[in-house]
């Protein structure tokens, strides 16, 4: 499977943004996700989403942020509302192994990364 992100900028604080992920390759992950990395910081999980439709969020993003998916175009999609200079990182899309249905927050239980898209909120 390959990712390839896209969507990053810089935005004003209060401002929107929509990532996009699209997935190739051979076989289709059930579940994908976003993560994202912050200049100093670790990787941390933002959502994920099921070939379904369920999804699961970072409690910390709920409501400003929502994941969504076309599996007829093999991509995921992050809109990200009201961003804050706090929210500036390199967004990751993620995807676990195919035969994989069970949506998990740690990144070590994704095995296809994406090369990431910056995202900078300006004050």
């Known amino acids: 499977v390959q990712l390839q992100a896209s969507g990053g900028g810089l935005v004003q604080a209060g401002g929107s943004l929509r990532l996009s992920c699209t997935a190739s390759g051979r076989t289709v992950s059930n579940v994908m996700g976003w993560f994202r990395q912050a200049p100093g910081k670790g990787r941390e999980f933002v959502a994920a989403t099921s070939w379904g439709g369920s999804t699961k969020y970072s409690d910390s993003l709920k409501g400003r942020f929502t994941i969504s998916r076309d599996n007829t175009k093999n991509t995921m999609y992050l809109q990200m509302n009201s961003l804050t200079p706090e929210d500036t990182a390199v967004y990751y899309c993620?995807?676990?192994?195919?035969?994989?249905?069970?949506?998990?927050?740690?990144?070590?239980?994704?095995?296809?990364w994406g090369q990431g898209t910056r995202v900078t909120v300006s004050s």
């Open positions: 993620a995807a676990r192994a195919a035969s994989v249905t069970v949506i998990y927050s740690t990144a070590n239980s994704y095995i296809y």
